[in-house]
């Protein structure tokens, strides 16, 4: 009888020893197949003894089962995740792979229910459950505030649901926005202003095309130039100060050079651009134009006393 139970207790200790070292092949592994597991393990443990290691760790929630094509894949959980789902039944599973495979997007309410093919009644339930034990949560879309998305807890939502460093509570942060545009353009405005400074000594035939090349700021100047005026509380991007660029460059107040940098990407720099000077009101005298001037004279059939577009340019 004490040799019985040694051995029933060898086996179990063997049985965790075995379901340590799958989990712990997942969590460096990422997604790996059943293939990959047994050439990983020991080749003394037989089959059978794989495939009750791997049910009990689906069961229990420390592994789920991808399918890509005909492989099956297995990939861990992460241990809040596992402990929250310790005891769940079948729908609230269910729900939270719906809801793992959106990522960062989300999901909507429709297509969970879509999926899921539970009722409205239940899927409520399921998902006020996984809420209520910080698994899932829930998001209004920056586009439409009536409809609300649900993605896992631990994942910081994609742009284009928020609506980024640009958006607070859904309302769109105009004032915030033109604040950084105009300290972006006041950076290039002074960087073309050291540029002419610089190349205003020199002799007249120096290179204008030179000078206008020195007035050029990359997009990561500028990002550097506004994270040290410490004027955005929300932390910004080099992506983020391009929209900014890119919009003042839609605007016509600076333009874009493409290039490419040291590894090959694409990359911006960006330039203000030269302001022209208003026109003169002489610049807009109907005269030089008007296919009669040659015949206009005083007291003729073309005169300029009598002329109606001669009367609307004094009058502007």
């Known amino acids: 009888m004490a040799v019985a139970e040694i051995v029933i207790k060898q086996e179990a200790a063997e049985a965790l020893d075995l379901e340590a070292n799958i989990v712990e092949l997942c969590q460096h592994g990422g997604e ?4 990959v597991i047994c050439r990983q393990l020991p080749q003394h443990v037989k089959p059978a003894r794989l495939a009750a290691a791997l049910n009990r760790l689906l069961s229990t929630g420390k592994l789920e089962v991808l399918k890509q094509g005909d492989v099956l894949l297995y990939r ?8 929250g789902l310790q005891g769940a039944d079948n729908e609230e599973k269910l729900i939270y792979q719906i809801i793992e495979q959106a990522h960062t997007k989300g999901i909507w309410m429709r297509d969970i229910r879509h999926q899921s093919g ?6 409520k339930k399921v998902l006020k459950t996984l809420e209520s034990k910080k698994i899932i949560k829930q998001l209004k879309c920056v586009g439409n505030q009536k409809k609300r998305v649900y993605m896992l807890f631990n ?4 742009q284009s649901v928020t609506g980024g460093p640009w958006f607070t509570d859904q309302d769109f942060e105009s004032e915030f926005v033109d604040v950084l545009m105009q300290q972006c353009f006041k950076f290039l ?8 400074v610089a190349y205003d000594g020199m002799a007249a035939d120096a290179n204008p095309i030179a000078q206008r090349s020195t007035a050029l700021r990359s997009t990561d100047k500028v990002w550097q130039f506004i994270n040290e005026l410490g004027i955005s509380k929300v932390k910004l991007t080099v992506e983020h100060i391009d929209m900014l660029l890119c919009a003042l460059m839609y605007d016509g107040k600076v333009e874009r050079i493409t290039g490419s940098n040291e590894d090959g990407k694409p990359s911006h720099q960006y330039r203000a651009r030269l302001t022209m000077p208003d026109a003169a009101g002489l610049m807009h005298v109907p005269c030089g134009s008007c296919p009669q001037v040659y015949s206009c004279c005083e007291g003729g059939a073309v005169s300029p006393s009598t002329c109606v577009y001669m009367k609307e340019w004094l009058e502007w």
């Open 118 to 123: 539970l009722n409205e009644v239940q899927m």
């Open 189 to 196: 405005q002074h960087a073309a202003e050291c540029a002419r």
């Open 76 to 83: 861990a959980k992460k241990a809040a995740v596992v402990g």
């Open 32 to 35: 790996v197949s059943h293939d």
């Open 155 to 158: 994942l910081e939502p994609d």
